[in-house]
């Protein structure tokens, strides 16, 4: 029987966990894939980092086929959608504590069948106002 992705239930699970947590979480999407919608200004190597903390967003709906929420970008309101196989991670801004997603395959393929599973990993925070700093990924085995 081939089950569905099981990235949006993580997804949601480590949003929450990292909420209870008192912490802030962030998403790392592959903005170049289809269907992405997000402010390309802030596109840096084919991937944009968004904080998806309530006291951030409005609307923030994480379902089975992506996350949509609307935010503000340098004062404007803008709506982003980004479909759940564009996001690649998901972390604690405050402790790098998340999780990195690999690429899964086919939707067609039962999830897990060639013995993929996603990675766990530990992120460096992100520097508040530097446009040049990037979490570095680091794979914990």
Known sequence: ???TSSRAYLIRALNEWILDNDCTPYIVVNATM???LVPEEHVID?????N????????LLMDN???????????????????IQAITAIYAKENGQGMVFENEPAPTTP??????????????????KSATSRP??????
């Open 52 to 59: 998806i903390t309530p006291s951030s967003v409005r609307n």
């Open 65 to 83: 086929e992506g996350v949509s929420f609307d935010a503000r970008f340098n004062g404007q309101p803008q709506s982003l959608y980004a479909p």
């Open 1 to 3: 029987m081939a089950m």
């Open 46 to 50: 084919g991937q944009i980092v968004l």
């Open 136 to 141: 570095q990924l680091k794979v914990v085995k």
């Open 34 to 36: 289809e269907n992405v």
């Open 111 to 128: 999830s897990g069948s060639d013995g993929s599973k996603p990675a766990k990993a530990r992120l460096k925070p992100v520097a508040e």
